[in-house]
């Protein structure tokens, strides 16, 4: 999506490592956006990011406008379900899976990837996206590659610019909740009763949560105890007009 941090980067480098050449593809995609949401104040840095790809030594930028890759008459979108209809970002965001699923197929045919890398920050993106690439045989793998953070613990977002220097002392929060819930889960405490508590700090801290949930790490189902499988913690908060998402494995 454009508006290149360090945890983009570091995305371009574990690509280096896994192949012998790297496509970086930028394409602010409006059919991810809800008329409420930020699509028109997105921000767009084409050249200051294209410079920060060419010091990481990516060999080429796919940055297709909206009308190349929404021309006139375009008719298909894929629907995913599973993940994608976890409860989580779809809850609050209906619309965005589907847009995603629809640009994502687009990208892996025009660019044909062997490997396409995704941060972990955006949790249910990456199960929908590999969920997809399973589903419709691509023959590509879809990699996870683990958040970025700031030293205080907040997930490296292009919405962090967003923040007032209030907001930005108290976003790392929703890390230490996150560390602490998963901590206190692998000690045994009931995962409801910690999440509860959890979600209590969060609010206390100022956010109005989304969500505050422990699901199972790769159907994203809901669990009710260690023994329903891996567990990931996953958060959405806003904190002004800025919201956040995270999560952690347990």
Known sequence: MGALHAGHLVLVKEARRRAGRVVVSIFVNPTQFA??????SYPREIKKDIAALTEAKADLVWAPTAAVMYPDGFATRIE???SAKAGLEDKFRPHFF????TVVAKLFTQSSPDFALFGEKDYQQLRVITQMAKDLDLPLKVVGVPTVREKDGLALSSRNAYLSERERAVAPTLYRVLKSAAVRIKRGEPIEMVLEESGAEVT????????????HALTLAGVASRKDGPIRLLVAAKIGKTRLIDNIAV
């Open 35 to 40: 008329p409420n949401e930020d699509f028109a």
């Open 80 to 82: 995913p379900g599973g």
């Open 204 to 215: 206390r801290a100022g956010f109005a949560l989304d969500y505050l949930e422990a699901r």
């Open 98 to 101: 589907g847009g995603v699923a």
